[in-house]
């Protein structure tokens, strides 16, 4: 008796994790599991073989909690693409985040919009910020959430006269509740 409980344990023990998934269950759903060679040798503890790549393999595995049939998720994972990445053209600004770096001083910026602490001022700040690097590529835009608002700020201008012309430019577009802040500002190493 002992002996083949042993035996048993043994035989268990050299099935891959894989295949205890796919042991089929009274009541329990089928799901399909799609994964790359690779991967399913890190789930099951087998070493990888980074030349050579198998293309992608799929199990049928049970789970008690699964209510999507396989063709849905089949139709699912066909539809589902990856993100364009287009390479930059001359006259395509670029609206990421730029980190400055430089040592902080007492200065001027230009705060283009105060809102509240809602989701709906978020984006407004954020879209504010957006327009703000279209019209001032040059300059630097901060939207940051000071609470209890958010705010959209450009530049990092010396003087009261710097952030003057900007706010003169900045209001003559639209924005009328522009004003000049005074604060620490970034200024670039020489």
Not at 85 to 109: E, L
Not at 157 to 167: D, G, K, N, Q, S
Request: with cysteine; net charge positive; aromatic share 6%.
């Amino acid at each position: 008796m002992t002996l083949c409980v042993g035996c048993i344990m043994v035989a268990d023990a050299q099935s891959t994790f894989t295949e205890r998934l796919q042991k089929s269950n009274s009541g329990e759903g089928k799901i399909t599991v799609t994964q790359d060679k690779s991967i399913d040798d890190l789930v099951n503890g087998k070493t990888a073989d980074p030349v050579q790549s198998a293309p992608r393999k799929q199990t049928e595995t049970t789970h008690a909690t699964t209510t999507m049939p396989m063709q849905e998720k089949s139709e699912q994972a066909a539809t589902h693409q990856e993100p364009e990445t287009r390479p930059a053209t001359p006259d395509t600004i670029d609206t990421r985040k730029k980190v400055m770096r430089g040592y902080k001083v007492n200065g001027f910026r230009v705060q283009v919009f105060a809102g509240g602490n809602s989701r709906n001022d978020r984006l407004k700040a954020e879209k504010t910020g957006n327009e703000i690097k279209t019209l001032f590529p040059e300059e630097p835009v901060y939207v940051h959430f000071y609470s209890p608002r958010w705010i959209c700020r450009m530049g990092n201008y010396r003087t009261y006269e710097e952030a003057h012309e900007i706010l003169r430019n900045v209001r003559e577009l639209g924005y009328q509740s522009a004003i000049i802040v005074k604060g620490k500002i970034t200024v670039q190493y020489p």
